[in-house]
Each structure stands twice: as C-alpha cells, then as structure tokens.
Nanobody, 123 residues
Framework: QVQLVESGGGLVQPGGSLRLSCVAS????????MGWYRQAPGKQRELVAT???????NYADSVKGRFTISRDNAKNTAYLQMNSLKPEDTAVYYC?????????????????WGQGTQVAVSS
C-alpha cells in the first residue's frame, strides 16, 4: 500500500508563514505530479498548487506570489511554503500524488490523497 502523510499545519497570525510537508511511503515505483489542495468549511475542495516530476509548477491565482510548491524526488516528498498568510487561507490542506506502485505481481497507477492538515490563520 501507498500512504501520503501531511504535516506542518497549525495556527498562525495574518502575515505569517507555514511550511507544509507531504511524504509518500510504500512500494512506490514512481511519482508523477504532486499537488496541494484545500477545503474550507462549507466550500468545495480547490486546487492550490501542483508540480510535475520535472519541476513545472502551477498555482491558483489566489496564492500566486505568496505560496511556493517544491519537491524532493529522492525523498518522495512535496512541500508547500506559505507566506503572507491571510484569514481566507484557513482550510484543511490535502496532498495529492499520481503514483505508480507495486501491488502483488503488478504495477498500479492511482491518484492518492493524504488525510489532510489543518491551517488556521487568525489574530
């Protein structure tokens, strides 16, 4: 089995920073795109940022210039550096990864999600 585990969430004041991490573990063969999504109370889950294995990034307009996504392929890890946080950034942040992994005698390719980490921005 493959797992994604997020960490780094917490409570921060407006204007502050947080760094989220997402570690993928298990019988991984390869990880393609990785991404961060968020879901605020009463709202649908939305894209925050994605990064390909080669490092091409994509951001939601609401976080451009404030958030930076990166990854360490050797560690199967993605990061989200969040600066200049605003109250509207408050949400549960989820990691997503497109992974090929070993399953018995076969390879499988799935879209995996982590359990989420809470980010709260408040004074």
């Amino acid at each position: 089995q493959v797992q994604l585990v997020e960490s780094g969430g917490g409570l921060v004041q407006p204007g502050g920073s947080l760094r989220l991490s997402c570690v993928a573990s298990g019988s991984i063969f390869s990880i393609y795109a990785m991404g961060w999504y968020r879901q605020a109370p009463g709202k649908q889950r939305e894209l925050v940022a994605t990064i390909t294995r080669g490092g091409t990034t994509n951001y939601a307009d609401s976080v451009k210039g404030r958030f930076t996504i990166s990854r360490d392929n050797a560690k199967n890890t993605a990061y989200l550096q969040m600066n200049s946080l605003k109250p509207e950034d408050t949400a549960v942040y989820y990691c997503n990864a497109d992974i090929t992994y070993y399953s018995g005698a076969y390879y499988k390719r799935d879209d995996k999600w982590g359990q989420g980490t809470q980010v709260a921005v408040s004074s």
